[in-house]
Each structure stands twice: as C-alpha cells, then as structure tokens.
C-alpha cells in the first residue's frame, strides 16, 4: 500500500506537489473510483491513473547494450549519460533507475541497471563473485604466460589493497582475448593489462553472470524479469 501522491511522484509521473493537483483533478482512480484524497493507500494494482495502470509499479531491471561515448554517472558534469536512453518518467523515479556496476564511457556491452537498491548492492559485492566476460583488443601481442599471471590472483595493482582474484584469460588472436573477472576494481581490465606493458585500445562486455546481450544493438535495452536475480537462486540466470 503506498500513499497515491506517493505513487505517482516515485514512479515519475510528476513532482510530489503536481501529483497532489493530479489526484484533486480527479484523473486519479482505485478500484475504479475516482479517488480525490491524495493521502490515500491503495495496492497500486487497484490504482489507474489517467485511465491505466501504473508504470511498473514493483519496479524495473534492464538489460542494456551500452554504446560508446555514454558515462554510467548521474552527474550531467560528466557528459552525456546511459540514462538518456531510457523513457523521460523512467530517469525521474525514485529510487532512481542506477547502474548495477558501471562501464567506463568507451567501454561497450552489457550493462544492467535497475531502481532495486538492494539488487545493486547484492550483484556488486565482492561477495558474490558474479563472474564477468570482457573482450579486449590490445594494442600489442598477448603471450601465454599472461594467462598464469592472472589465474594466480596475485597481480596487485596501484593503490589497491588486495591483488586481484584469479582471472580467466582466454587468447583468441594476437591481440584480442576474453577476461572473466569476478570482482569490479576501478578500470579492472586497463590496469591489468597495463600490468603488462599493454594498453586496451577496445573493451567490450559480453556476458554479465549468465546474461548475453542476444542480438540487442548498442543503446538498445530489453527488460528482464525482477525475478531474475531473485535471493536464493543465485547470480547466474538465464537471459
Ligand atoms: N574494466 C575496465 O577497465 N573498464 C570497464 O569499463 C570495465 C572493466
């Protein structure tokens, strides 16, 4: 049950103050009668608002094709944001629509975002070692031995207090591999591979858990079920 002014400012529709005018004006129901008290409770299934249902009233988990060149930051500040690809009433909820992790701005792929607090914080707990597949493009040849560096979970990188966890390498040309990474330091894959005397001209995340991104296009997004990551079932759905 959640007050209706409530409803409608959480879920985006309007300021709490304009919801209140919304409501007086009657364009808003429960249980199909029109309901004037704005401090009213009501199941947001029984609630229609201008004649239909709330939107996603429970709330939202996207899956995303991040393009190049968008930050994962809310800070305007920073330049033009991922959040810019999303419907106008779904960048003003509250809990705001986040990240679930974040995506440098020239890294692409698979990116998760939803307004579930607590999912966030499960899914970017070190605890959980949800597992991660980058593919990078690196500006000099890879070598074999790497593949031992980084499944030895001792590479320490600058100013970071643990070394890494052991990650998998999986070379598939000269210069391009798979990195499966279960933990998420600032620009992990760079400094890892800068380690090495390389840099990454090209990153690109592939899988997140057991999520692909299909045949979504870059700034293209599909949701996915609330359920998807439900407590208990583990990290690792199918998408
Ligand atoms: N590692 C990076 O260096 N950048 C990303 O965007 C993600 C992982």
Redesign the pocket.
């Known amino acids: 049950m959640r007050r209706l002014d409530q409803l409608l400012a959480n879920l985006g529709y309007c300021s709490r103050r304009e919801a209140r005018g919304w409501i007086e004006a009657g364009r808003v129901t429960v249980d199909g009668a029109v309901v004037t008290d704005y401090g009213r409770k009501a199941p947001p299934a029984a609630v229609r608002i201008d004649g239909e249902p709330p939107d996603h009233p429970d709330g939202l988990l996207l899956l995303m094709h991040k393009p190049a060149g968008l930050v994962c930051s809310h800070d305007e500040r920073e330049g033009p944001n991922i959040y810019s690809l999303l419907p106008p009433r779904w960048r003003l909820r509250n809990p705001l629509v986040t990240s679930i992790g974040?995506?440098?701005k020239d890294?692409t792929g698979l990116l998760l975002l939803t307004d579930q607090t607590e999912l966030v914080h499960r899914l970017t707990s070190p605890k959980h070692k949800v597992p991660k597949v980058?593919r990078a493009t690196v500006d000099q040849a890879l070598t074999p031995d790497l593949v031992a560096l980084f499944a030895a979970g001792t590479l320490q990188l600058d100013g970071e207090k643990e070394p890494c966890r052991p990650a998998e390498l999986r070379i598939l040309a000269p210069r391009e591999a798979e990195l499966v990474l279960t933990e998420?330091k600032y620009?992990?894959?760079?400094?890892m591979i800068a380690a090495t005397g390389r840099t990454?001209l090209s990153?690109h995340?592939t899988q997140f858990g057991h999520l692909t991104l299909g045949n979504l296009a870059p700034g293209q997004w599909r949701e996915l079920e609330l359920s998807t990551f439900a407590r208990g079932e583990g990290v690792a759905s199918s998408g």
């Open positions: 974040r995506l440098d890294t980058y998420g620009h992990q894959v760079r400094r990454v990153l995340r």
